[in-house]
C-alpha cells in the first residue's frame, strides 16, 4: 500500500491546465494540498475551482508565476510557505513548444525554450531548496519529454535540447540533494492529450496514435500517476532516474513493426 499524500504540500508547475492540472487533480484526488503556479491568473482560478470542485474539500490554491524569471520562483516558493507551511513536494512541469526551424533558431527563439522550460526547473528548485529539506519527504518531479532525450521531431530542436537539459540536470542535482533527504526524478511523456495538443491539429494527433503500440494518445493523469509514485515514501530510495510513460511509442525499431503487431 502506498502511503497518503494527506496534508502533504505540492507545488505544481504549469498546473492551470494540461499534463500540470491533470497532475494537480490526481495529487488533489490523494490528499495533498496543491499550488497550482503558471502566468495567467485567470486560467489558475478556473483551474483551482474544478479541482477544488472535484475533490470536496481539497486544499486548492494559486500563485501568478513565470517561471522563467527567477524572482519569480523565489515568490512562488514564500507564497506556497505562507499558505500551506512549506513544501514537501515540487513538480517542475511548466513548459512550452513553440516549433521552429533550425535556420530561425536565433537567441531569442532559444532563450524562449529554454528559459521556461530548462532555467525555470533549475529555478524553482533552487527556490524550493530550503523547504523541501525541512520536508520529512522532500521531492522534485520535473517533467522532460521523450522528444530530446530519446526521440526527434523535425522543428523541435531547441525544445528537444531543453527537454534533455533538464535529465542533465536532475542527475546532478540528485548528488547534491541526496544529503538533504530529497529525491528528484523525471517522467518522460509520450504524447499526452492536452490542450496544447490538440492544438496541432487532427492530423498530427491522428498519425502519432498510429504511431503508439497502444494506438492511444496518453491521458494528463497517467503522468500525474508517475509523478504521485516518484513523490512517495515507498519511491525514496529512486532518485536521479527517469521513467518514460508513452504507451511504447519509442520501442518499434521501425515503422514495420507496428504492422507486425
Ligand atoms: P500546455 O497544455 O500548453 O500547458 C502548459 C502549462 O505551463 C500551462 O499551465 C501554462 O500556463 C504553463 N506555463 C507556460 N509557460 C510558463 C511560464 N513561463 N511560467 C509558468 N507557467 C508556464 O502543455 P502540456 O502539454 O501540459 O505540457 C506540460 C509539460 O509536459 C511541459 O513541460 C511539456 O514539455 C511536457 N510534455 C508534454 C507532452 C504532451 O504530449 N502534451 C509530451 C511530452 C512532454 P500559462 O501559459 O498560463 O503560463
Not at 500540470?20 to 490526481?26: E, S, T, Y
Not at 521552429?100 to 526547473?121: C, S
Not at 548528488?175 to 490542450?195: C, D, F, K, S
Request: with cysteine; net charge negative.
Amino acid at each position: 500500500m502506498f502511503s497518503t499524500m494527506e496534508n502533504r504540500s505540492v507545488i505544481v508547475t504549469g498546473g492551470s491546465k494540461g499534463i500540470g492540472l491533470g497532475i494537480a487533480r490526481v495529487f488533489a484526488s490523494a490528499g495533498a494540498k496543491v499550488m497550482l503556479a503558471g502566468r495567467d491568473e485567470a486560467a489558475l482560478q478556473k483551474a483551482a475551482a474544478e479541482v477544488a470542485e472535484e475533490f470536496d474539500g481539497g486544499m486548492v490554491a494559486t500563485c501568478v508565476t513565470d517561471v522563467a524569471d527567477q524572482p519569480s520562483c523565489q515568490a512562488l516558493a514564500a507564497a506556497t510557505v505562507e499558505t500551506f507551511g512549506g513544501i514537501d513536494v515540487l513538480c517542475a512541469n511548466a513548459g512550452i513548444f513553440p516549433s521552429a526551424r533550425l535556420q530561425e533558431l536565433d537567441r531569442a527563439a532559444l532563450d524562449e525554450v529554454m528559459g521556461v522550460n530548462f532555467y525555470g526547473t533549475a529555478f524553482c528548485v533552487a527556490a524550493c531548496l530550503e523547504e523541501l529539506s525541512r520536508s520529512e519527504l522532500g521531492r522534485v518531479v520535473v517533467t522532460s519529454s521523450i522528444t530530446g532525450p530519446i526521440t526527434g521531431y523535425p522543428g523541435w530542436a531547441h525544445y528537444g535540447a531543453s527537454k534533455a537539459a533538464q535529465l542533465g540536470y536532475v542527475r546532478t542535482a540528485a548528488m547534491e540533494l541526496a544529503p538533504r533527504g530529497i529525491t528528484i526524478n523525471a517522467v518522460l511523456p509520450g504524447n499526452i492529450l492536452t490542450e496544447g495538443l490538440q492544438d496541432m491539429g487532427q492530423e498530427y494527433l491522428e498519425g502519432m496514435a498510429a504511431a503508439i503500440p497502444q494506438r492511444r494518445l496518453g491521458a494528463v493523469e497517467d503522468i500525474g500517476y508517475a509523478a504521485l509514485f516518484f513523490a512517495s515514501a515507498q519511491a525514496g530510495y529512486v532518485t536521479g532516474q527517469s521513467l518514460v510513460v508513452d504507451g511504447g511509442q519509442v520501442l518499434p525499431e521501425d515503422p514495420g513493426a507496428l504492422q507486425e503487431m
